[in-house]
């Protein structure tokens, strides 16, 4: 999940960020046509989802991998996944975050973070590994104080124009690429953020944003899989009543990341409070594994009632969570029994309150005053699933 929000400031980098689909399309490789995706209203009563007899799987399904963004993580790291039993990595597009880190502009770290992709693809393909290419940071310049999970993103067509338009760029860059490129994710957590982190509505015309996106993607590339899911946040117990989009394509992945109970998985960040346990009762409801596996049953049962294939994008506890390793078992546990594919975040992660490779240095104090030290591939968790799922890829 994104922690935080970014603050508004110049008219002059609000009205920058308008202009930056013709900036990024001069920088664009091959055809130059503009993408016309489709605007048509549907009806989610009565979705187009796969036969569960007739469906294909992407290369190296279930997918036991990582997700993998730049800030920290070098293109030949793939090497040491592949040599731990990573069968796959979710490549995350994050321009803003290289834009601040780098202070340069928004189009170049557009397409500085795109030649990173090219080298961790040439990489996989080395390996015989296989990704997904995630692109969820969808308005550039972080100046502008609108990301997708403002309104004004779903509501002002320019913004929308303009993740097409990049969208292009992506799939006529990648369009050629072997099976080290199984899929593509835009959106992986759809939600307007009603302003706490937590409470959020499901964007305005979700289901016509996926459909127009794939549109675009399919001018150039009918081989790899599209990833869709219901909001907000991408939760799986937004499954309970949800039938299905209605997008008439063969290669739908549906998807979830897992991070319930957010006030266990995400205590300390954006001001949530400190400590808090697991298993126990959270927000006034018991959580332990056996709840833990009936907010993933919402999806198992769609799963089961559509055939559809199913990928857990994330899951983590932040690293100092009171027995968030025991959470992080608990999960991989379940998904591991219902046969998902899914990804652990993250490898080498912006934050390091998210990184597996992080333990707390200073357990005898009051878990309100943990802090954190890198542990490197020693720490507990990051070996137990080296143990226990990586090496099942083998």
């Not at 081989?223 to 394509?249: H, S």
Request: hydrophobic share 35%; aromatic share 14%.
């Amino acid at each position: 999940m994104k922690t935080g929000k970014l603050s508004l400031t110049t008219l002059f980098f609000f009205s920058a960020i308008l202009l930056l689909p013709a900036a990024c399309l001069k920088y664009a490789k091959g055809s130059k046509q503009d993408p016309k995706p489709s605007t048509n209203n549907t009806n989610t009563s009565e979705a187009s989802l796969p036969d569960p007899a007739k469906k294909s799987l992407p290369k190296n399904w279930p997918w036991r991998g990582v997700c993998m963004p730049s800030a920290h993580a070098d293109y030949r790291d793939v090497a040491y996944l592949h040599s731990i039993g990573v069968n796959f990595i979710r490549i995350q597009i994050k321009s803003p975050k290289r834009t601040e880190r780098e202070r340069i502009n928004p189009t170049k770290a557009f397409y500085d973070e795109l030649e990173w992709v090219d080298k961790v693809l040439d990489e996989c393909k080395k390996y015989n590994m296989t990704s997904i290419v995630a692109f969820n940071y969808l308005v550039l310049d972080p100046a502008s104080g609108v990301d997708d999970k403002s309104a004004d993103f779903w509501t002002k067509k320019s913004y929308i124009d303009s993740t097409y338009k990049m969208v292009d760029i992506i799939a006529r860059r990648y369009k050629d690429r072997g099976d080290e490129l199984s899929a593509y994710e835009v959106i992986g957590e759809p939600a307007v953020d009603q302003g706490d982190g937590d409470k959020a509505s499901v964007p305005p015309g979700l289901e016509n944003f996926f459909k127009s996106t794939l549109a675009v993607i399919r001018k150039y590339d009918q081989q790899r899989y599209f990833l869709v899911t219901p909001g907000p946040w991408g939760r799986p117990t937004n499954y309970a009543k949800f039938n299905g989009f209605n997008i008439n394509d063969p290669k739908i992945i549906y998807g979830a990341h897992m991070y319930l109970p957010n006030q266990f998985t995400h205590q300390g960040i954006k001001k949530r409070p400190r400590p808090v346990a697991y298993p126990g009762v959270i927000a006034g409801k018991n959580w332990d594994k056996d709840a833990l596996e009936k907010s993933m049953s919402y999806l198992k049962n769609f799963e089961n009632k559509t055939g559809a294939l199913v990928y857990i994008g994330e899951f983590q506890a932040v690293r100092w969570a009171p027995n968030g390793n025991q959470w992080v078992k608990d999960c991989a546990d379940i998904m591991s029994k219902n046969g998902w594919s899914w990804t652990y975040f993250a490898y080498q992660p912006d934050y390091d309150f998210w990184n597996p490779y992080m333990e707390v240095k200073n357990p005898t104090d009051a878990p309100a005053n943990w802090n954190l030290k890198n542990s490197g591939t020693d720490a507990e968790i990051w070996q137990y699933m080296i143990k226990n799922y990586f090496s099942k890829n083998k």
